[in-house]
Nanobody, 125 residues
């Protein structure tokens, strides 16, 4: 069964950190570009960060640049999103998604082949 499972969400105070993981099962991530999206209540799903299949190329939305770091460990079939200096505006459900291509080329949700179920991130004092 092909599956992406996100873990690591939860609550944090402004300025705090969380680390999200996206583990794949039923297929190998080696040939997939992986992106993190998020969706806040009443808002559209937005792309947050993307990492190429090799891990050598990454991309970040302006809103998270300098605060979030995406990485991957293909040996563990897992992608990570380290989130530092969290802000209340980062509150959302975070999803990882996989597309069968080598490089990041945008955050159009319909282009992604597999999605996780999402994990809630809440930033408040």
């Amino acid at each position: 069964q092909v599956q992406l499972v996100e873990t690591g969400g939860g609550s944090a105070q402004p300025g705090g950190s969380l680390r999200l993981s996206c583990a794949a099962s039923g297929f190998t991530l080696d040939y997939y570009t992986i992106a993190w999206f998020r969706q806040a209540p009443g808002k559209e799903r937005e792309g947050v960060s993307c990492i190429s299949s090799s891990g050598r190329s990454t991309n970040y939305a302006d809103s998270v640049k300098g605060r979030f770091t995406i990485s991957r460990d293909n040996a563990k079939n897992t992608v990570y999103l380290q989130m530092n200096s969290l802000k209340p505006d980062d509150t959302a459900v975070y999803y990882c998604a996989a597309v069968l291509r080598a490089y990041c080329s945008g955050y159009v949700p319909i282009e992604y082949d597999y999605w996780g179920q999402g994990t809630q991130v809440t930033v408040s004092s």
